[in-house]
């Protein structure tokens, strides 16, 4: 089968190989499946699983990606739940091969079912970006209707299923980013935008839930904003600045077949728009990752035609 690995950590994207490998076969509670669709976060050639197992041991070279949509060809012996010849998307182990290429192994637990009227290139946009959102708000930020959110970033990936699930949720919601993303960032529902650039952040008061996919000065400034009980959220490594009087939560996204469903079912129904961004095939990502214009939203690689 083709895929795309990586061998040299300093090379970043432009080190990316396009290379046949071996179809890979189901362990104990694995499914293969055929990869339609792929979703690529550059940021994942920065992450230590990318380079090394469990262990510390080097593991290149390692195929990249995590997420995916696509059917299911082979079960491993004790998988449960799922079927041959089922659509499915999800999110890879941070540790083994990820989704660019042809075929997956991948734990059954990993991948929810993916409805027959979803596109497999809009299921491949959603597992990192719609669980981040999702855990973000509601397992670490504990968010209830009538809150506000201030939510970083809010024409991303991230940023833009944060916008969406928190107004869904009741929240009133406040998006940031840069001027050129306003008109986008409130069509994502945003009661009110902040140009980083040429607005006063701190004018938009206190709020109830900081969602910091920045960092930086960005971030430490967001920690003041947060009223008394309230939570920051990040994703973006350690929180420098903490709130006063609040929680500050750092975390790293996991799968979950429930969240994933749901965000799944909020698809089909229309209430939740993806954001995908740069499209491409496999035998074009490599060129497409390293393209000097790339639009907001998510990579998309088209594993299958």
Not at 45 to 57: E, G, I, K, V, Y
Not at 153 to 161: D, I, K, L, N, T
Not at 189 to 210: P, S
Request: hydrophobic content about 45%; charged content about 20%; aromatic content about 6%.
């Amino acid at each position: 089968m083709k895929a795309i690995v990586v061998t040299d950590q300093a090379a970043g994207t432009a080190g990316m190989t396009l290379v046949e490998r071996p179809e890979p076969q189901a362990a104990i509670n694995d499914v293969v499946v055929q990869v339609h669709a792929s979703g690529f976060v550059p940021t994942e050639l920065a992450w230590p699983s990318t380079w090394t197992d469990r262990r510390d041991r080097d593991r290149t070279p390692s195929i990249a990606g995590h997420e995916l949509a696509g059917v299911v060809t082979a079960l491993g012996y004790g998988t449960t739940g799922l079927s041959v010849g089922q659509r499915v998307f999800g999110l890879a182990d941070w540790y083994r091969d990820g989704t660019l290429a042809q075929y997956i192994a991948i734990e059954a637990r990993n991948l929810a079912p993916l409805p027959g009227d979803v596109d497999f290139t809009v299921g491949a946009s959603l597992p990192i970006s719609g669980l981040t959102a999702w855990q973000g708000l509601f397992e670490h930020g504990r968010l209830r209707a009538g809150q506000s959110v201030l939510a970083h970033g809010a024409a991303g990936a991230v940023g833009s299923m944060v916008t969406q699930l928190a107004r869904e949720a009741g929240a009133y919601v406040i998006g940031t980013g840069r001027a050129a993303d306003r008109q986008a960032v409130l069509d994502f529902g945003a009661n009110e935008f902040i140009d980083l650039d040429n607005d006063a952040l701190e004018d938009a008061g206190k709020v109830d839930l900081v969602f910091d996919v920045i960092g930086g000065d960005i971030g430490k400034r967001s920690a003041g904003m947060v009223r008394a009980g309230g939570t920051l959220v990040s994703v973006v490594g350690p929180v420098e600045a903490r709130p006063a009087d609040g929680l500050a939560v750092d975390f790293v996204v996991e799968s979950d077949r429930a969240q994933l469903s749901e965000i799944g079912q909020r698809v089909r129904d229309g209430r939740l728009r993806t954001n995908i961004g740069n499209v491409s095939s496999l035998d074009d990502a490599i060129a497409a990752f390293n393209a000097t214009e790339r639009r907001k939203g998510k990579t998309i690689i088209c594993v299958r035609p």
